[in-house]
């Protein structure tokens, strides 16, 4: 089982619909997830980090966090075709507070 | 300026040589990392450094080095490059905590032929 675990997608939404992105990852005591945007050839930019269970909201971007199903996921809501990229979950847990990167979802918008 | 920068953007190089990938920021952080990053497989940690006298392997460190020569540069070598070390390379930095999480550097195409 891999740590942390992403469907690749491609994820495809009309413009002005929620974006849902999933992520479930394999150790308990992680403490710290976080939401990567990454358009093509370019490199990950900090979106959304969430620590405890419950939402997060920024804008349009909600983070949401169950640690009892061992999940978290990122809703994007009025997608916008400028939205279209990949989408890495990260999840920071172990004594070296080690950071896990998912392979990543690809979100495209259509307008 | 860019927080975190990496040199060269792009680099094509033959099998068997050398090469260094250089990073440095102006972050001020201890913490910095160095991630390669191939379709299908995501990032990959391939060596840490929690500070300048504190450096760790991570999960794919054959056929690397690194040198943390100051707080703000972090460097990697490939020793004797091979074809399957093509990948997108990124540097990227934390603070102590990590609770903010990791800026990046704009990233470095390698390719070896």
């Known amino acids: 089982q891999k740590e942390v675990e992403q469907n690749s997608g491609p994820l495809s939404v009309p413009e002005g619909a929620i974006a849902s992105l999933n992520c479930t990852y394999s150790d308990r005591g992680s403490q710290s997830f976080f939401w990567y945007r990454q358009y093509s050839g370019k490199s990950p930019e900090l979106i959304m980090s969430?620590?405890?269970?419950g939402d997060k909201e920024d804008g349009r971007f909600t983070a949401q966090l169950n640690k009892a199903s061992q999940y978290v996921s990122l809703l994007i809501r009025d997608s916008q075709p400028s939205d279209s990229a990949t989408y890495l979950c990260a999840v920071k847990s172990g004594g070296y507070q080690k950071v896990t990167f998912g392979i990543g979802t690809k979100l495209q918008v259509i307008p | 300026d860019a927080d975190v920068t990496q040199t060269p953007r792009n680099r094509i190089t033959k099998t068997g040589k050398r090469i260094m990938l250089e990073c440095s920021q102006t972050?001020?952080?201890?913490?910095m990392y160095w991630y390669r990053q191939d379709p299908g497989l995501g990032l990959r940690l391939i060596y840490y450094?929690?500070?300048?006298?504190?450096?760790n392997k991570g999960e794919i460190s054959d056929g690397y080095s690194v040198s943390r020569q100051a707080q703000a540069k972090f460097s990697l070598s490939l020793e004797s490059a091979i074809p399957n070390q093509t990948a997108l390379y990124f540097c990227?930095?934390?603070?102590?905590?990590?609770?903010?999480?990791?800026?990046f550097g704009s990233g470095t195409r390698l390719t070896v032929v």
């Open positions: 450094s929690f500070d300048v006298k504190d450096i």
């Open positions: 972050k001020g952080h201890d913490r």
């Open positions: 990227a930095t934390s603070d102590l905590q990590g609770n903010y999480g990791y800026t």
């Open positions: 969430i620590y405890s269970n």
